[in-house]
């Protein structure tokens, strides 16, 4: 995308070409390089970008939804960024509206339990803490 001071401006935002490059320029995904365990939905319905038809008309025109998979809030490539990390030690994932819903996942009596046990499991953490175990 090519963000101009003079669209920015328009938009009320005349330091937006200067906030866009911070953040192009920072890493929101870097491994933290801590013990990492990802829980995540899926199979859901989610808009993962906009589309803007006549991109003159920006910012007054309404844009269509782009679907794509996710939790039905976050799209799927962002909730898999923790997937590939080094320091990820476990990744689960919740097919479906029912477990695994942006807003309900919290309620899942599975990641209750899960989230119980790595708790416990990090109380007696020996040596293993550091061996790579993906489930």
């Not at 933290?32 to 319905?45: L, S, T």
């Not at 989230?115 to 993906?134: G, Y």
Request: proline share 5%.
């Amino acid at each position: 995308a090519v963000v101009s001071t003079q669209s920015t401006g328009d938009l009320g935002v005349p330091l937006g070409p200067e906030m866009l490059d911070t953040v192009a320029n920072s890493s929101y995904v870097e491994d933290p390089a801590v013990p990492v365990h990802c829980f995540n939905g899926k199979d859901i319905q989610t808009t993962s970008s906009y589309f803007y038809t006549n991109q003159k008309d920006f910012p007054d025109e309404i844009p269509t939804d782009v679907w794509g998979d996710g939790d039905g809030t976050v799209p799927a490539r962002a909730l898999k960024v923790c997937h590939g990390w080094e320091s990820t030690r476990s990744v689960t994932e919740y097919s479906g509206k029912a477990l695994g819903e942006h807003g309900k996942i919290l309620d899942n009596k599975d990641l209750i339990k899960k989230v119980i046990d790595i708790v416990k499991d990090n109380q007696s953490c020996t040596e293993k803490c550091s061996i790579r175990n993906r489930t």
